[in-house]
């Protein structure tokens, strides 16, 4: 075995291990196909050497295509980049592999972002990209219920979960969650947003590690 083969079965034994802890711990159901879309870019400038923070906003070289996404780890003058199409990238990257952005063309929601979160019950699916299965994959585990402006019941598998509260920003569409988690969940939030699918439904999307700079795996409420 090929030292570069090598690295890459130890990148899928990491991802599965982390992904099989949260099937442990939350009784997931079987895997369904899911999607995902690449973002366009606007021209860049380079980052001189300047220390970046959680959760700056860059743009990181994977391939020799720069993708848009925020630092969520920083470690010895190395960093790690949640990327905007919410491909997992666990390397460890220079300033030399990022630039930061002056104008991104982000991916937009097709609808305008509401004033609030509509009220109501989700269903939450926890997304692995491609580590596995060679693609991306969604598994159902559980619902949480957004019951007024703010306010909304913890992850549970059946019934009615306690309440908790979140903060959401209508002008960008991010949700904080308070505690830096979904109440119920196992995750520490990285990210997490509010958009809408094709058909204009609300959907609450949330990145998380399982552990500290660790893998990064997806929720997607709706």
């Given amino acids: 075995?090929?030292?570069?083969?090598?690295?890459r079965s130890a990148r899928v034994l990491v991802f599965a291990a982390e992904f099989l802890l949260a099937i442990a711990m939350h009784g997931l159901t079987s895997p369904v196909s899911a999607q995902s879309?690449?973002?366009?870019?606007?021209?860049?400038?380079?980052?001189?050497?300047t220390p970046l923070r959680i959760p700056d906003r860059v743009l990181v070289n994977y391939g020799g295509t720069w993708y848009?996404?925020?630092?969520?780890?920083?470690?010895?003058g190395k960093y790690k980049v949640l990327r905007d199409d919410y491909s997992s990238d666990d390397r460890w990257v220079t300033s030399a592999e990022l630039k930061r952005p002056t104008l991104v063309?982000?991916?937009?929601?097709?609808?305008?972002?509401?004033?609030?979160?509509?009220n109501g019950v989700y269903t939450c699916e926890t997304i692995l990209s491609g580590a596995m299965s060679g693609g991306p994959t969604a598994m159902t585990i559980g619902k949480i219920g957004v019951v007024g402006k703010g306010v909304y019941t913890s992850l549970?598998?059946?019934?009615?979960?306690?309440?908790?509260?979140?903060?959401?920003?209508?002008?960008?569409?991010r949700i904080d969650w308070d505690g830096g988690k979904v109440a119920g969940f196992l995750g520490r939030v990285v990210?997490?947003?509010?958009?809408?699918?094709k058909r204009g439904?609300?959907?609450?999307?949330?990145?998380?590690?399982?552990?500290?700079?660790?893998?990064?795996?997806?929720l997607s409420c709706r």
């Avoid at 075995?1 to 690295?7: C, L, N, Q, R, V």
């Avoid at 848009?68 to 010895?76: D, E, T, W």
């Avoid at 998380?208 to 997806?218: A, H, I, K, S």
């Fill in 156 to 173: 549970v598998k059946e019934g009615t979960g306690s309440r908790a509260a979140f903060t959401y920003d209508p002008a960008s569409g």
């Fill in 37 to 49: 879309g690449r973002p366009s870019l606007e021209p860049v400038e380079a980052i001189q050497d």
């Fill in 201 to 218: 439904k609300p959907v609450i999307q949330v990145t998380y590690t399982v552990r500290e700079g660790g893998n990064l795996l997806d």
């Fill in 191 to 197: 990210k997490s947003s509010l958009a809408f699918d």
């Fill in 68 to 76: 848009p996404g925020s630092i969520y780890a920083v470690k010895n």
């Fill in 1 to 7: 075995m090929t030292g570069s083969t090598s690295g």
């Fill in 105 to 118: 063309a982000a991916t937009r929601p097709q609808m305008a972002l509401p004033g609030s979160i509509p």
